[in-house]
C-alpha cells in the first residue's frame, strides 16, 4: 500500500518533470512558498493536499497511485509466515501458483471447480500479501521479480516435497516432449556455478516462452512443468560404500 511518503517522494519528480518551480505551486495552490516547501520536506501532508497537487500538475489521483505502485520493490520472497498461511489453504496455493503463472479468473475457474467468489477472495489474499494488485473487474498485476522464489527451507517447498516430489518423479516421461535426464559428474568447482547460470537462463526462457504463448487459443497450448536442480550429491547408497 501506498503511504503518504511514498506519494510526495514521486510529486516531487512530477514537480521536476513538468518544470514547475515550488513558487509557481505556490501561487497555483496560494500557499506560501515557505509552506510548500516544507510540506514537501516533512514527506507529510493531508491527502487533500496532494490531490491539489496532482490538479495543478493536472495529474490524476489514480494515476498518481499507480505511479507509486509502479516504484514499488518487487517481491523477491515470502516470509515464512506468510508461507505457512499459503500452505495452510491448498485452494489458496492453487490460486498462488497460477497467479505466478498469469491466468485469468475465468482459466481459473473453468479448469478447477473454483467458484468466481473463492478466487476473488484468494486474489484478495495474494494482494494484501503483496504478491500481486488487485485491479478493477478482478485483474491483477504481479508484483514479484524475475528472481522471485519460495524460501529453499520454508512450508511451500516443504509441503513440495512431502506432497509433490514422489509424485512428479513417479511419472513415465516419456509422453510428448517429454523426459528426464540425470546426469552425474566430477566437474571443476570453479566451472560449477557457470552451470546453474545456465539452468537459470533455460527457466527464464521457458518464462518468458509461457508470456508469449499467452495469446494462443488453449486448445493450443499444455500444462508443461520445469523442474531444474544441481547441487554436490551422492546416494546415501553409495556413501555408506565410500572409503
Not at 129 to 143: C, D, F, M, S, T
Not at 199 to 226: I, N
Request: charged share 25%; glycine share 4%; aromatic share 8%.
Amino acid at each position: 500500500m501506498s503511504t503518504t511518503a511514498d506519494l510526495i517522494t514521486v510529486l516531487k519528480k512530477e514537480l521536476k518533470a513538468a518544470h514547475m518551480t515550488y513558487a509557481d505551486l505556490a501561487q497555483a495552490l496560494d500557499m506560501a512558498e515557505s509552506s510548500i516547501k516544507r510540506m514537501l520536506a516533512k514527506g507529510d501532508m493531508p491527502l487533500s493536499r496532494i490531490d491539489a497537487i496532482c490538479r495543478a500538475l493536472k495529474l490524476d489521483f489514480a494515476e498518481l497511485a499507480q505511479r507509486v505502485a509502479d516504484t514499488q520493490p518487487l517481491l523477491t520472497e515470502l516470509t515464512a509466515e506468510q508461507e505457512r498461511a499459503v500452505v495452510a489453504d491448498e485452494k489458496l496455493l492453487l490460486v498462488a501458483i497460477n497467479v505466478l503463472s498469469q491466468w485469468t479468473l475465468d482459466q481459473m475457474t473453468t479448469s478447477y471447480r473454483l467458484s468466481e467468489a473463492e478466487v476473488v477472495k484468494y486474489l484478495a489474499q495474494l494482494d494484501r500479501v503483496g504478491i500481486i494488485e488487485l485491479k478493477p473487474l478482478n485483474r491483477y498485476r504481479l508484483k514479484v521479480a524475475k528472481t522471485f522464489r519460495w524460501r529453499p527451507h520454508g512450508p511451500v517447498m516443504q509441503y513440495f516435497r512431502e506432497h509433490i516430489v514422489l509424485d512428479y518423479f513417479g511419472g513415465g516421461f516419456d509422453g510428448p516432449a517429454e523426459g528426464l535426464v540425470l546426469v552425474h559428474g566430477n566437474v571443476s568447482r570453479a566451472l560449477a556455478p557457470s552451470f546453474m547460470e545456465r539452468l537459470q537462463r533455460v527457466a527464464q526462457d521457458f518464462a518468458q516462452q509461457h508470456q508469449m504463448d499467452q495469446k494462443l487459443k488453449a486448445s493450443e497450448r499444455e500444462g508443461y512443468t520445469l523442474v531444474m536442480a544441481m547441487r554436490g550429491w551422492e546416494p546415501e547408497a553409495f556413501l555408506r560404500l565410500r572409503r
